[in-house]
């Protein structure tokens, strides 16, 4: 297991800015849009209603310990319906001068129970392959290079489970990107919350922080250098750079004082058991997502 928190979603959208013409102007759109639904409310009216996300995992595994069981799929299900919903318990050590900040996002997820050709499916899909491990540049959603195809994006978040390399606990590909790759990558020994799940990111907030970036969040230091990037987010202080481990309160960066950085966020790099929250802007960026590129999956 990495000593600390490494996610490639942003390697993957340099990635494809690089690859894709098409990319940088969806993304234009998609953020045009966004801007555009937070300030007439669009978004923010969205987050009243309930959303349920049909899920496929893929488990893509060389050995029967990547195999993981259908019960630490679940345990991972679990986990993102108390984290999107605000349910989870310790939402409680949220610092005082953020709890009111703490939102439901109005967002569920469920296994697929029809599989794309209509016939019934448990949501998990089982693919053995000869590959050692996975990068960041999508071979695991390729059969042709020892991975599992997706299911269509406009009716599944697709999630791929396998064994990562270079340190990486997963990644996620932004709305706006190739439908063959869509969704998110989380490395299979920090997915859920038992099986092969170990500490420190045994509580399956890897795969609530991809499914973040997935539905158009960003990290809340912005993956730039200092203090001049944003989040798009107003409601979640800029931070110089990632935290990692089990930070004290308040951590002070880009005169963001006197609380500091939001790094109990779930868009921070911390452990996972020193993250619990999205921020109610988070929470409306997201429904604005689900109102606007990923639309269809959410109808």
């Known amino acids: ?8 979603a942003m390697q993957v959208h340099e990635r494809l800015a690089e690859t ?20 007439t409310g669009e978004a923010q009216a969205a987050v009243d209603r309930l959303v349920t996300i049909p899920v496929v995992v893929h488990v893509v595994y060389r050995t029967d310990e990547e195999n993981i069981s259908k019960s630490q799929i679940n345990s991972q299900i679990a986990v993102l319906n108390r984290d999107f919903r605000a349910n989870n318990p310790d939402k409680s050590q949220v610092p005082d001068v953020w709890k ?4 439901d996002a109005r967002i569920q997820f469920a296994l697929a129970t029809t599989a794309p050709n209509g016939t019934p499916t448990d949501g998990v899909t089982r693919t ?28 599944y978040l697709n999630i791929w489970v396998c064994k990562l ?39 399956g907030r890897t795969t ?8 158009n969040l960003r990290h809340i230091w912005a993956d730039t250098i200092g203090c001049s990037g944003t989040d798009y987010i107003a409601d979640t202080p800029n931070a110089q750079m990632p935290n990692y481990g089990t930070p004290t309160f308040p951590h002070i960066s880009c005169n963001n004082g006197p609380n500091g950085d939001m790094f109990v966020n779930y868009m921070d790099y911390v452990d996972d058991v020193a993250m619990f929250m999205f921020s109610t802007g988070q929470a409306a960026r997201m429904n604005a997502c689900l109102i606007g590129a990923r639309k269809k999956l959410a109808s």
């Open 1 to 8: 297991m990495p000593p600390r928190r490494k996610c490639g």
């Open 20 to 39: 894709y013409t098409s990319f940088r102007d969806n993304q234009d759109r998609i953020q045009r849009f966004t801007e555009r639904s937070l300030t």
């Open 100 to 103: 009111g900040l703490v939102a």
């Open 128 to 155: 053995e392959t000869n590959r050692q491990s996975f990068g960041t540049d999508d071979s695991v959603k390729n059969p042709k290079r020892g991975g599992a195809a997706a299911w269509p994006r406009d009716r």
């Open 165 to 203: 390399d270079e340190g990486y606990l997963g990644y996620a590909q932004f709305p706006g990107g190739p439908p063959r790759t869509d969704g998110v990558v989380i490395l299979h020994s920090a997915f859920g919350t038992q099986g092969t799940a170990s500490a420190p990111f045994n509580l």
């Open 208 to 215: 609530t922080h991809e499914i973040g970036h997935w539905l």
